[in-house]
């Protein structure tokens, strides 16, 4: 993945050395773990004593249809999304001091409110467990962006300590405390591409087919924040819509059939850019810069642009980056199979 980060005051300037070569480490033994196929959570982990390094990865959504309001306040969803290789990467050292502690490269995500932390305490409650846990966050996934990266942290957390700790936990179980957690943490304990309906919290996997147009993805986050509460909550009836779109690109994808990059769809979208000016310059910015297709991910604030070839994306990137942009090129990742490429 090519990284250009943001940072107020210092534009055009590489934000990405941070741990380089604690990375570069952990990436080499990593890999050298991918030599051979092995079952999805030691896939996903690397362990060493009761020390587990876990790669947590971003999503985007293709498509996001909001269905209607319910009476629990949350919205009826119909969203594909897919996991690209934008990650966190997490170190949980398990203790016998039966607490959760969380130490982060972001210093307001040290709380125990922070998502991973919660998930580690869901699990220690819900079984009465006496061990603790430290966990170590390396943050690269940009925080309140529409790209779910405290929603894998916390389903990464999951699969993680319950293969550490060997809970007898069913996948039922699993998907029941995830989804108290929050509406996007199920989709990441399985991650890949999937239809997810209900809350959220209705998988469909769907095949691992990704279309040649989309072979490049590059995520561009305008620097704001934007609360999915509050998105949700301004979101005017007219923008719910019945699921077609959702539906549409799920059926293509499985069936392997080409679809337009017009028929991806975000409910979401209209709102934010009316409401955040800086999502919507960004997203003129994007077309201006040479890409044919903008969508924004979740409720934003970051936009992504899908190409089918890597140098257009880089000259694309390159000219969003000297416009101060934090960006990254990524590409779309099943993280249940083996670690290199699946579309
Ligand atoms: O579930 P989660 O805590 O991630 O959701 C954040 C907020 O997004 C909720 O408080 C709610 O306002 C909104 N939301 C919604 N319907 C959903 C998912 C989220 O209204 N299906």
């Known amino acids: 993945m090519l990284t250009s980060g943001y940072q107020p005051g210092k534009k055009g300037q590489d934000n990405t050395t941070f741990g380089i070569k604690k990375q570069n480490e952990l990436d080499k033994s990593f890999f050298s773990m991918h030599n051979a196929r092995m079952s999805y959570a030691a896939q996903f982990t690397l362990s060493s004593g009761t020390t587990r390094f876990v790669r947590s990865y971003a999503k985007i959504n293709l498509t996001l249809d909001v269905l209607e309001r319910r009476i629990d306040g949350y919205h009826e969803l119909s969203t594909v999304m897919q996991t690209v290789d934008l990650y966190d990467t997490l170190c949980l050292t398990t203790t016998d001091d039966g607490s959760v502690r969380i130490i982060c490269t972001r210093p307001e995500l040290n709380g125990a409110d922070n998502l991973a932390a919660r998930a580690a305490q869901a699990l220690r409650e819900r079984l009465a467990l006496s061990q603790g846990v430290v966990i170590e966050l390396q943050k690269r996934i940009p925080m309140a962006a529409g790209l779910g990266g405290g929603s894998s942290n916390a389903a990464a957390v999951l699969l993680a300590l319950q293969q550490e700790w060997q809970l007898p936990l069913s996948s039922t179980d699993l998907l029941t405390i995830a989804t108290e957690l929050g ?161």
């Open 183 to 343: 509406s996007d943490v199920p989709f990441f304990l399985s991650g890949g591409l999937a239809l997810c309906e209900g809350r959220g919290e209705r998988i469909t996997p769907l095949a691992a087919h990704w279309p040649r147009n989309m072979r490049w993805l590059l995520l561009v986050k305008p620097a704001i924040s934007v609360s999915t509460a509050a998105v949700f909550r301004s979101l005017p009836t007219s923008d719910y819509t019945d699921g077609t779109h959702s539906r549409a690109i799920s059926a293509a994808l499985q069936a392997k059939k080409e679809f337009h990059l017009e028929d991806l769809h975000n409910g979401l979208e209209r709102g934010v850019l009316a409401r955040y000016p800086e999502v919507a310059q960004a997203r003129k910015e994007l077309l201006l810069a040479g890409a044919t297709f903008v969508q924004l991910s979740g409720s934003g604030p970051t936009l992504f642009a899908p190409f089918s070839e890597l140098v257009r994306a880089t000259q694309v990137q390159q000219y969003l980056h000297e416009r101060g942009y934090e960006t990254y090129l990524t590409r779309a990742i099943h993280p249940t199979v083996e670690n290199v490429s699946f579309y």
